[in-house]
Each structure stands twice: as structure tokens, then as C-alpha cells.
């Protein structure tokens, strides 16, 4: 039986866990996101700091979450603003910065600020994102290995000069990363 809670005069915070949970996920009652922001319970936390509903006010104060949980499902939320993933990018959780460099809203100038913190296989996350320039692409093309080289073959449209680039000095291990990108150059017509 699901129990549907219609008014944040009912404490929250005395439910079970999973109920807290879910609600922090998927309720759109800002009083209920609001409560369950405040939990002792880095869980309950990270429910809300993950929700869409979430408002931007709160995603900020989430985002300095003595926790780094909640502040990893703030960096992967798509509402997060990017002066909350900015500041982020200099958490000191990696596994906060690689939620930041996912995060579709992330600016490119933080991208190329993460791109020297990471190491060679975290690159990919910054490759994948949208928001990736070119020159950080060739950047990434030039420094990373060969499975990041292989993520980059993956990226639609990736740039021509990325891939010329991969063509010539690519790695030619078990992902023959040459070859694919000499595949994708006549694909294109280039070749």
C-alpha cells in the first residue's frame, strides 16, 4: 500500500527509510523536499539532492553537504546550475568532479579546469559531455590512453581533426584505434 503524504505538518523525518527515500526522489511538494533536506541521514539527503524537483536554492545549500553524497547527486543532478557545478569541481571527492564533468550544464572552461586534475581513464567523462570543446577533444586525443582513445571514436561527431589525429598516432592495441579512425574518415568522405 502506497502512503501519499499531502502536507509537511506530518514529520517525514519519522517515516522509514525507504518511504523517506522515495519521496525524496520523486516528490514535487517543496515543504516535503525542504524537510527531508534537513535529515540527519546522508541517505534521505541524497534522495532530494537527486530529485529534478529539487529547487536551485536548495541544490546549492545541498552542495556544500558536509557528506560527499549528497553533493555527488547534486553534481549529477540536471537542474544543477553551472556556478553550483563550478564550485563543485573543486570538491575534494572524485567521484564528485567526475559527476561534474557528466553534468550536461558543466561550462566548458570548468571542463578544461577538471581535464588536469584527472587521471588518463576520468578523461572520458569529460570527452562525453556536450559541452566539450575541440581543442579540449584534440587535447584528450593527444594525452589519454587507449581506452579513453576509444571513448573519443565513440562520440558523435567527433571532430575531423580529432580523428585525423587518431588516425596517425592513435593507439594500435587491442581497440586498433588507427584503423577505426582511418573507418570514420572515409565514412565522412575525408579519405
Known amino acids: 500500500m502506497k502512503r501519499y503524504i499531502?502536507?509537511?505538518?506530518?514529520?517525514?523525518?519519522?517515516?522509514?527509510?525507504?518511504?523517506?527515500?522515495?519521496?525524496?526522489f520523486e516528490s514535487a511538494d517543496i515543504r516535503v523536499l525542504e524537510r527531508?533536506?534537513?535529515?540527519?541521514?546522508?541517505?534521505?539527503?541524497?534522495?532530494?539532492?537527486?530529485?529534478?524537483?529539487?529547487?536551485?536554492?536548495?541544490?546549492?545549500?545541498?552542495?556544500?553537504?558536509?557528506?560527499?553524497?549528497?553533493?555527488?547527486?547534486?553534481?549529477?543532478?540536471?537542474?544543477?546550475?553551472?556556478?553550483?557545478?563550478?564550485?563543485?569541481?573543486?570538491d575534494t571527492d572524485p567521484t564528485v568532479k567526475r559527476a561534474v564533468a557528466r553534468n550536461d550544464n558543466t561550462p566548458p572552461d570548468v571542463l578544461e579546469a577538471l581535464f588536469d586534475d584527472f587521471d588518463v581513464y576520468d578523461k572520458s567523462d569529460i570527452a562525453r559531455n556536450p559541452n566539450c570543446t575541440p581543442d579540449l577533444l584534440m587535447l584528450i586525443a593527444q594525452t589519454s590512453s587507449e581506452y579513453v582513445q576509444d571513448d573519443l571514436l565513440k562520440i558523435p561527431n567527433v571532430p575531423i581533426d580529432v580523428l585525423q589525429y587518431l588516425a596517425e598516432h592513435g593507439a594500435d592495441g587491442i581497440h586498433n584505434i588507427r584503423g577505426r579512425a582511418r573507418e570514420l574518415l572515409q565514412q565522412r568522405g575525408v579519405l
Open 36 to 90: 527531508l533536506a534537513a535529515s540527519q541521514d546522508e541517505w534521505t539527503r541524497a534522495s532530494v539532492s537527486r530529485n529534478p524537483n529539487t529547487p536551485v536554492e536548495l541544490l546549492r545549500k545541498l552542495a556544500r553537504d558536509l557528506n560527499s553524497l549528497p553533493r555527488y547527486e547534486v553534481a549529477e543532478n540536471p537542474n544543477t546550475p553551472a556556478d553550483v557545478l563550478s564550485a563543485l569541481a573543486y
Open 6 to 24: 499531502k502536507s509537511a505538518i506530518v514529520d517525514i523525518l519519522d517515516e522509514p527509510d525507504d518511504f523517506r527515500y522515495e519521496q525524496g
